[in-house]
């Protein structure tokens, strides 16, 4: 089996920070692709950032300058720094790895 397990999300203020992390088990040959999405009740998923095996990421404009994604392959682990956290970014975090997802982690920030 394979599992992906999210982990740091919480409530901050805005502009606050916020770390979280996601962790690969189970049996894969490697991992390409690793990402984040987020979810806001009554609206699609939508992607916040992505990372490759080989470092190359992209982010969502949202979230440009405020966000880093970053992993670390030895431990299969994928890492979001979120910086300056806003309101609009409420939402349930999602990890996205090996065609599956996390549980998911709530992260709300209040005014």
């Known amino acids: 089996q394979v599992q992906l397990v999210e982990s740091g999300g919480g409530l901050v203020q805005t502009g606050g920070s916020l770390r979280l992390s996601c962790a690969a088990s189970?049996?894969?040959?490697?991992?390409?692709?690793m990402g984040w999405y987020r979810q806001a009740p009554g609206k699609q998923r939508e992607l916040v950032a992505t990372?490759?095996?080989?470092?190359?990421?992209n982010y969502a404009d949202s979230v440009k300058g405020r966000f880093t994604i970053s992993r670390d392959g030895a431990k299969n682990t994928v890492y979001l720094q979120m910086n300056n956290l806003k309101p609009k970014d409420t939402a349930e975090y999602y990890c996205?790895?090996?065609?599956?997802w996390g549980q998911g982690t709530q992260v709300t920030v209040s005014s």
């Open positions: 996205n790895a090996i065609e599956r």
């Open positions: 189970g049996s894969f040959f490697s991992i390409n692709t």
């Open positions: 990372i490759t095996s080989r470092g190359s990421t």
